[in-house]
């Protein structure tokens, strides 16, 4: 960029964080921070891959923003989609069973992609507005059945599920639950089928309504379940008359290399959350799916109204821009390309690790990967202070925007690109972050 440009840019940036400092509230994240820096970057273009600042600075998305511009930045098909609805029509409610075709395909759509008998879509803004419907909706059921007493909530340590109240109260990682207030009736258990088992011996099968899980936790450090975990889950369930739920906000619509993340594991829950993936962030919403045995006995058991819903629950132009998502997700093979640049990151994490005996843990799987930095590999032992977040800083200055995980004592690298990251781009990435380790090592690691 020539001077002036260059001048002019800093000054469109200087202003426009002025505004930002005065005005904009932002989620996660510290108040001090923003008042002392300002925003970071202001984008303002969005390509592939890539995104662009204000002052022209291009950085790879790394983790396709929060883990949801699945097809990627600037896809004009997606904004004509809107346009094209928008035209006919805006917005009509969903309440007391009026409809529209948007929503009534892409329910269609969803049940269509769904494994097993998940057929029923309850739509919503996103994710956490999700998972607040499947929690509400799992104790109606049992409601319903006149066992009133199952209202619990069991849920993994090191898991996230969103920051509504029900929502927060579910999360996992207690940084969340300090923030106040928590619902009452959720409890937390280790990733293995013992702790589960000791939980539901301390709370009472006839208390608890259901057990929530991500396939792969995504916020809590990418981490995979145990082999045969959700076998055994699923098994557990069922003996103890407990809903089964999947919170596939970010494993849902191909982050894993399948449909959905669960399928990787053979089993069909009972419920399923959606969001994120559904729209590749596009427009905002999320939903719940349930089984079709579970909407039959709804049906059956209710003569009330489902006291249930949100303005914005099958919002038109939100369902037109999603069923265009998917659509392109699957006219272009993304999936595929999912599981094939998940196979170069394998490798790239593996060449990383050859080259670097700080690295370990590797683990992921399609476009969902991360791995650990450690002092002692063999003992699990962490460097005093996080290493992954000055990696994640310099990575940042070389054009890379990456995650740092450093929650319940972890100091991991997390990296989830949009579907269309090609093999040399993949490439770049792994180049940054050996670049930026490097030089963090030089500075002396503590």
């Known amino acids: 960029m020539e001077t002036k440009t260059i001048e002019k840019a800093q000054e469109k940036y200087e202003e426009l964080a002025g505004i930002d400092k005065k005005h904009f509230m932002h989620p996660t994240t510290s108040f001090k921070q923003h008042q002392e820096q300002g925003p970071g970057f ?12 204000i002052r022209g600075k291009q950085v790879i998305d790394g983790l396709s923003s929060l883990w949801n511009v ?54 919503t803004s996103g994710g956490s507005e999700a998972n607040d419907t499947a929690f509400k909706t799992a104790r109606y059921y049992w409601q319903l059945k006149g066992k009133y007493e199952k209202k619990k909530i069991i849920s993994r340590k ?51 309504a259901a057990f929530i899980s991500e396939p792969v ?94 303005t914005y629950s099958g919002h038109p132009m939100c369902c037109a821009v999603a069923l265009k998502n998917l659509e392109i997700i699957e006219e272009e093979n993304l999936i595929e390309n999912v599981r094939n640049m998940g196979a170069e990151f394998q490798k790239g994490f593996k060449w990383l690790e050859e080259r670097h005996e700080e690295i370990g843990n590797i683990r992921g799987i399609g476009l969902l990967r991360a791995f650990e930095i450690l002092k002692d590999k063999e003992k699990n032992i962490r460097y005093s202070e996080p290493v992954s977040v000055k990696v994640v800083e310099e990575a940042l200055k070389l054009g890379l925007l990456g995650r740092s995980i450093i929650y319940e004592g972890q100091d991991t690298l997390a990296f989830a690109p949009p579907f269309c990251i090609n093999r040399e781009e993949v490439e770049t990435i792994i180049s940054i972050i050996d670049k930026s380790l490097t030089k963090v090592k030089k500075k002396g690691l503590k």
Do not use: W
């Open 42 to 53: 202001i984008f303002t273009e969005g390509k592939g891959v890539y995104l662009k600042d």
């Open 70 to 123: 699945n097809i990627g930045h600037g896809r004009e098909e997606l904004g004509l989609a809107a346009m094209e609805q928008m035209k006919k029509l805006a917005f009509s409610s969903t309440f007391a069973t009026n409809s529209h075709e948007p929503a009534i395909k892409l329910a269609e759509k969803v049940a269509q992609m769904t494994p097993g008998d998940l057929t029923m879509t309850f739509f």
């Open 158 to 208: 090191k898991s996230y599920h969103g920051i509504s109240m029900g929502a927060t109260s579910a999360t996992g990682l207690p940084a969340f639950r300090e923030f106040p207030s928590l619902s009452p009736d959720f409890h937390y258990v280790d990733s293995s089928i013992e702790s589960l088992k000791e939980m539901i011996a301390l709370q009472g099968a006839e208390t608890i």
């Open 217 to 310: 936790q995504g916020s809590g450090g990418v981490n995979m379940p145990p082999e045969n975990y959700f076998k055994e889950v699923r098994e557990i369930c069922d003996e103890n008359d407990i809903l089964f739920i999947t919170d596939e906000v970010i494993t849902g619509f191909g982050r894993t290399g399948t449909n959905f993340g669960i399928e990787n594991f053979g089993v069909v829950p009972d419920m399923m959350v959606i969001a994120k993936g559904i729209s590749s962030g596009y427009a905002p919403l999320g939903g719940m799916v349930i089984s079709e045995k579970l909407k039959n006995e709804l049906i059956e058991l209710s003569d009330g109204v489902y006291m249930h819903g949100y």
